[in-house]
């Protein structure tokens, strides 16, 4: 039976859209960002930042290196809010159904310190309210150290929720995270990004 549900974040709560972000970081002078920006595991400073090698300061001077002057907070925030095209109201009131039905969720995300300024703040649902309030327990990259999908990553998450992989369900649009959660027994659902998932994730819960 199902008990746990760990979500990832961008593809499946939030709508990846790359080509948005890619062009904000070319507006900030970085000219091969298309060659730096991956749809799910970053290289490079931006993979540093996100497997928290580096941290957001670190990566501030760094991609002002890269761009030939000095770029500020805000203007990083900015290149990598890009990522987000779309908070869907239903995914949301989709999560607070499934907690309502009993299942404790979960997120796991290669992510990074600008993306959650956003994300932990009371303006990510537009009432007030961070991501924290639809979850149980939040998993980040860079506060780990590790990245999906290495093993490393789902292995720390299920010794700290003390939860067994065959009661638990991963969410994730990326293929390669989701083979690497299969290979450690926890039942595994890859939508597309953008998919609504709100019905369909029954099927993997029964």
């Known amino acids: 039976m199902i008990r746990n549900i760990i979500f990832d974040l961008g593809g499946v709560i939030i709508t990846l859209d790359q080509p948005q972000a890619i062009s904000r970081f070319r507006e900030l002078g970085l000219e091969d960002a298309a060659q730096r920006l991956d749809a799910y595991t970053q290289n490079g400073i931006f993979g ?15 991609l002002g290196k890269l761009v030939g002057r000095n770029v500020s907070y805000d203007e990083c925030r900015y290149g990598w809010l890009g990522y987000c095209r779309e908070l869907p109201q239903r995914n949301l009131r989709a999560l607070e159904r499934l907690r309502q039905e009993g299942y404790r969720l979960i997120l796991l995300s290669n992510t990074n310190p600008y993306m959650m300024s956003w994300v932990m703040s009371p303006e990510f649902d537009g009432q007030g309210h ?14 780990l150290g590790v990245m999906k999908p290495d093993r490393e990553f789902f292995h720390r998450v299920l010794l700290a929720e003390h939860i067994a992989p065959s009661e638990t369900l991963f969410i994730d649009d990326g293929p390669r995270n989701v083979a690497m959660a299969s290979q450690m027994g926890i039942r595994t659902f890859c939508p597309k990004n953008g998919d609504d998932w709100t019905n369909e994730i029954y099927n993997y819960l029964k």
Request: aromatic share 14%; glycine share 4%; charged share 30%.
């Open 130 to 143: 961070a991501l924290s309030h639809y979850m149980d327990a939040c998993y980040c990259s860079y506060e």
């Open 48 to 62: 540093d930042l996100e497997r928290g090698a580096i941290t957001a300061e670190q990566f501030r001077v760094e």
